[in-house]
Structure formats: structure tokens, C-alpha cells
């Protein structure tokens, strides 16, 4: 028993300083490298950055200053206290139209699209010269420079907001409130409104009748010449006048029919009535040109008119149609006028561009901080570039790929 005693007691000596050597490398602890190459590249990295920052000093006070003016304007607001269709109803039968606005999902984005127009940049362009003033030849610069220093948004009120930025205060107030006229002078010329389409819709037809009339006139001034006729019967008269005045209601239905069919649906109750009125004028004009039906001294047909007369009559009768149309059209076309100019989006200034007494740029400041932040990532990289390096160039391998690399590099072949 005592020699197992003797045994076990060596054993147990030998196993401590096993365990106090494991002990001791657990608890090693290394200094972080990257702060010794750190502190032993320090003088280049304050080099480096002392010399970005001076740089960047010089650089901001040599950028010139800029001033940024601004101008909001009010949301669109648009007058509907009177419609079309009432406008339209005292005119005539023939010449009622539904008066609808336009279903835009916010106004605003309307007049963000049209300052942001290339209309719109143009004139502005012409108006201030900016093509010499940016030092631009052609145009598509100059409008590529405006619009990087035109900024327009809308904010949650749908209030608009125009800033301009320049380096002459006077002129950037001065091209703010260029965009708001230049605005408002194009609304006054684009169809933005339901009665602005109608209107140019019937401008254009106007302008067809009054060419159309003027021919007519002149074919009867040349039929009188020729045949001597410048009077007719009452009967004639009355027959020619009654078949003109419905020629010409059919004519301005059709008319109103193809207008309502460009916004309406084909099951609008507006556009089906006006499709059976339409559809009984012809019916009427159809029995009164073939005399069916019963007669009276207006229903006598256009062939029972003596031969002599008939030439002088068809032209008469187009002279009377011609001027009916007119007529009708020329109500319409008032009307749209009228409607477009109650209906149509007003441009209201909210604040009127002034110009800032405080230049908005170049910030000095940041771009020095934003430099020597810069610089110090720089500094830091080429720190442990060269450190890599140095370490790697005491490789002899890597040293001969190095070099192989150089040698390839300049453009040489390998023998």
C-alpha cells in the first residue's frame, strides 16, 4: 500500500506544470497589428491629409457663388359653377354639349409637366439669354443646364415650389418667375379642359364653313353672271330656304354628334339623344329633297323647279346652307370660348420669387470635411498598401512574379 502511495504522488507533481504551460498560451493576448502599421506610416498619413485639405481650401473659395430664388404657386383651381350644356342651351337646340372637366388624379402634376416642358425651357432660353449665359452652342445643352439648376416639386398640400439656382441673384429671381408666366401664357394656349378641346374642335369647323360659304358666294356671283337670274318665285325661295336651314341642322347635328363621341361613352344618354335627333333630321331632309310624304308649297321637290332656274337654284340653295351652318357653328364655337375661359385652370403665385440676399453655395465647410475624410480613407489604404508590399517584396517568389509581371506588362514576349 505504500508503494502505490510513493507513485501516485510524482505523477500528480508532473501533471501541474503540464497544466500551468496549457494555462499560459491560453491567456496569450497579440497586439493589433494594423495599429502598429499605423503608428509606423503616421507621418505619411498626416502628410497626405494636410495636403487634401489644403487643397480642398483652395479649391472652395476659387468655385464661385451661387444664390437660389423661389417662387410657389397655388394647386390649380378650376371654376365650374356654370356648365357648358347651360351656356350651349340658349344658343339653339342643336348646340347642347355636356360640359365635363378633365379627371386628373392631381392637378398639380399637370403644371409640374408643363414647367418641365421643353416649351417651356425655350422660352426662358430666348427671354434670358442663358445660352451665352451658360456659355452653351447649341440649345440642347442650354436646356440640359436649366433644368439641372430648375428644381419643381409639389408638396403634400399640392402647393408648387420653383427654385432656380445662378450665380447672379437678380436673374435666378428673375427666371423663377420667368417659369410661372411662361406657365400661364401656356395654358392659355393648350387645350387642358374639356371646353378648351370642344373650342379648337369648333374653331376648326368654323373655319372650314367660312371658307366653304365664301366659295359658295362665288359660284352663285358667277351663275348670275352667266344666266341673269337674281331673283326666284316665293315658292322657290321659301322651298330653297327651308331645305338649306335643315340641310344646316343636320350638318351642325353631325357636327355635335362627332365631338361628344371623342369624351362620351356610347351609352351616354347625352350622345344617344343626340344620335336620334339626328337620325330624324335625315329623315326629314330625305322626304323634303324627294317630295314623299305630304306635300305642302315647302315639300315641292328640287327636279319640279323649271329647267332654266335649276343652276341658279342648286347654287342659291348651297349659298343658304353654307350661311345656316356658319351660323350654328360660329354659336358653338362662342360658346366653347366662354366655357373655356370659366373652366380654365388659373395660375395663382402664392410667393413671388425675390432675389436672396444669401448665397446658397458652394459650402466650404463640407466639401473641406468631406475632403479630409477622404483623404484620411486614402491615406489609410496606401498605408497598408506599402506595408503589404514591403512584406511581400522580401518574398523572393514573389519578387520573380513581380517581376514577370512587369515584364509582360510592357508589352514584351516571353522567348
Not at 499560459?24 to 494594423?34: A, G, L, N
Not at 451661387?66 to 365650374?80: D, V
Request: hydrophobic share 45%; aromatic share 6%; net charge neutral.
Amino acid at each position: 500500500m505504500a508503494q502505490n502511495t510513493r507513485t501516485e504522488i510524482p505523477l500528480n507533481m508532473a501533471e501541474e506544470p503540464r497544466a500551468a504551460e496549457q494555462g499560459s498560451e491560453v491567456q496569450k493576448v497579440h497586439f493589433p497589428e494594423p495599429l502598429i502599421i499605423l503608428a509606423k506610416r503616421k507621418f505619411f498619413i498626416v502628410k497626405f491629409v494636410v495636403i487634401a485639405v489644403i487643397l480642398s481650401v483652395c479649391i472652395s473659395f476659387l468655385l464661385p457663388r451661387t444664390y437660389t430664388a423661389s417662387s410657389k404657386i397655388l394647386p390649380p383651381q378650376q371654376n365650374q359653377s356654370i356648365s357648358a350644356g347651360a351656356l350651349l342651351s340658349q344658343l339653339g337646340p342643336l348646340a347642347s354639349l355636356a360640359s365635363k372637366g378633365l379627371d386628373l388624379k392631381s392637378p398639380s402634376d399637370l403644371y409640374i409637366v408643363m414647367l418641365r416642358s421643353r416649351t417651356v425651357a425655350d422660352a426662358l432660353i430666348d427671354r434670358f439669354h442663358l445660352m451665352d449665359v451658360y456659355g452653351k452652342k447649341l440649345r440642347i445643352d442650354a436646356v440640359q443646364r436649366l433644368q439641372e439648376h430648375a428644381e419643381i416639386s409639389a408638396g403634400k398640400e399640392g402647393v408648387i415650389s420653383i427654385s432656380v439656382e445662378d450665380r447672379d441673384p437678380k436673374r435666378a429671381a428673375e427666371i423663377a418667375n420667368g417659369y410661372v408666366e411662361e406657365l400661364e401664357r401656356l395654358t392659355k394656349t393648350l387645350a387642358v379642359t374639356e371646353a378648351g378641346k370642344r373650342r379648337i374642335f369648333f374653331e376648326r369647323e368654323v373655319k372650314m364653313a367660312s371658307d366653304d360659304l365664301a366659295s359658295a358666294e362665288l359660284a352663285l356671283k358667277q351663275t348670275q353672271e352667266k344666266t341673269g337670274l337674281i331673283l326666284l318665285d316665293s315658292q322657290s325661295r321659301a322651298m330653297i330656304e327651308s331645305l338649306s336651314a335643315l340641310r344646316a341642322r343636320v350638318a351642325a347635328q353631325e357636327v355635335q354628334v362627332q365631338s361628344m363621341r371623342s369624351f362620351a361613352t356610347p351609352e351616354n344618354p347625352d350622345l344617344v339623344r343626340a344620335e336620334q335627333e339626328l337620325f330624324a333630321l335625315r329623315g326629314q331632309l330625305a322626304r323634303l329633297e324627294g317630295g314623299g310624304g305630304k306635300r305642302s308649297f315647302t315639300d315641292v321637290p328640287i327636279e319640279n323647279v323649271p329647267t332654266a332656274g335649276l343652276e341658279y337654284i342648286r347654287k342659291l340653295r348651297e349659298v343658304k346652307y353654307r350661311e345656316a351652318l356658319f351660323e350654328l357653328l360660329a354659336k358653338q364655337y362662342e360658346a366653347a370660348k366662354i366655357d373655356e375661359a370659366r373652366d380654365a385652370f388659373i395660375v395663382q403665385q402664392l410667393d413671388d420669387a425675390v432675389p436672396p440676399e444669401r448665397k446658397s453655395g458652394p459650402h466650404r465647410a463640407a466639401i473641406v470635411l468631406a475632403s479630409m475624410l477622404l483623404a484620411l480613407l486614402l491615406a489609410v489604404a496606401a498605408a497598408f498598401l506599402r506595408e503589404w508590399m514591403g512584406k511581400a517584396s522580401e518574398d523572393p517568389h514573389f519578387a520573380a512574379q513581380f517581376q514577370l509581371f512587369k515584364f509582360y506588362l510592357g508589352g514584351q514576349r516571353k522567348p
